[in-house]
């Protein structure tokens, strides 16, 4: 029996959704800029806005508002859905060149996002959530491979990647990749994530079990709970 059925079409286009969600997350991009990272991990794990600067334009009352209002109205979406991964070679934040899919098949389960470095709404919110998954699955003792794409392969050097990952205090589970543009592209597209600019990137997370199984997507901003919760539900799901 499938956990999670098969999505079925939307009664809205996903690119009007798309767009509500980056009317919402323009009150917060100048907000998580200056923001330290310590708030920005304050606010994903739900503690509140109490700690963000207070010299920044406008009312903190009104961010705190609009924050609060993006994660109710976040509304998950999920669905069970098969890729067939193009065999493209991407480039690792330490520089290696890697083989894909082939890195995603050491046989354990994978968690999977695609990010860019110089994003100031969507990848803080999402890294900073996938660096609590790390952690809350390293003390669980559970082996996982967490994996960030860059969709702006052109700015995202491994250099920048590595700075990046300190950011988010990523550890070895955690590895990211850079490559060339029609490789990232090329993935993008077979995740069906691809919207023709970086600028139009949305939320979305991937999980598998294991090599051959169906990928679980989960479209929106997800926390920490979820997706462990997920990742667990995927793992002893029978399909």
């Given at each position: 029996m499938t956990l999670f059925p098969i999505a079925k079409?939307?009664?809205?286009?996903?690119?009007?959704?798309?767009?509500?969600?980056?009317?919402?997350?323009?009150?917060?991009?100048?907000?998580?800029?200056?923001?330290?990272?310590a708030s920005i991990r304050r606010a994903v794990a739900g503690d509140g806005m109490a700690d963000m600067p207070m010299d920044m334009h406008g009312d903190m009352h009104d961010h705190a508002h609009h924050h609060h209002m993006a994660m109710a109205d976040k509304g998950l979406k999920r669905s069970q859905v098969s890729y067939s991964i193009p065999p493209?070679?991407?480039?690792?934040?330490?520089?290696?060149?890697?083989?894909?899919?082939?890195?995603?098949?050491?046989?354990?389960?994978?968690?999977?996002?695609?990010?860019?470095?110089?994003?100031?709404?969507?990848?803080?919110?999402?890294?900073?959530?996938?660096?609590?998954?790390?952690?809350?699955?390293?003390?669980?003792?559970?082996?996982?491979?967490?994996?960030?794409?860059?969709?702006?392969?052109?700015?995202?050097t491994p250099n920048r990647l590595t700075d990046y990952a300190k950011r988010f205090h990523a550890g070895d589970e955690?590895?990211?990749?850079?490559?060339?543009?029609?490789?990232?592209?090329?993935?993008q597209k077979a995740f069906d994530v691809y919207r023709g600019d970086k600028m139009n990137h949305f939320p979305v997370t991937f999980l598998r079990a294991a090599p051959g199984k169906p990928w679980l997507r989960i479209e929106g901003f997800a926390n920490a709970d979820e997706l462990v919760q997920a990742y667990h539900q995927v793992l002893h799901s029978p399909s």
């Open positions: 079409e939307t009664t809205m286009p996903l690119v009007s959704s798309v767009s509500r969600q980056r009317r919402r997350l323009l009150g917060l991009a100048a907000l998580l800029a200056a923001a330290p990272l493209v070679t991407l480039v690792r934040r330490d520089g290696r060149p890697v083989a894909f899919p082939a890195a995603l098949d050491d046989g354990r389960p994978v968690l999977l996002d695609f990010i860019y470095t110089s994003c100031t709404a969507i990848c803080p919110l999402t890294s900073q959530v996938f660096s609590q998954v790390e952690e809350r699955l390293r003390m669980e003792k559970d082996p996982v491979t967490m994996v960030s794409i860059s969709i702006d392969p052109e700015y995202d955690w590895q990211y990749y850079t490559g060339s543009l029609d490789a990232s592209i090329a993935l």
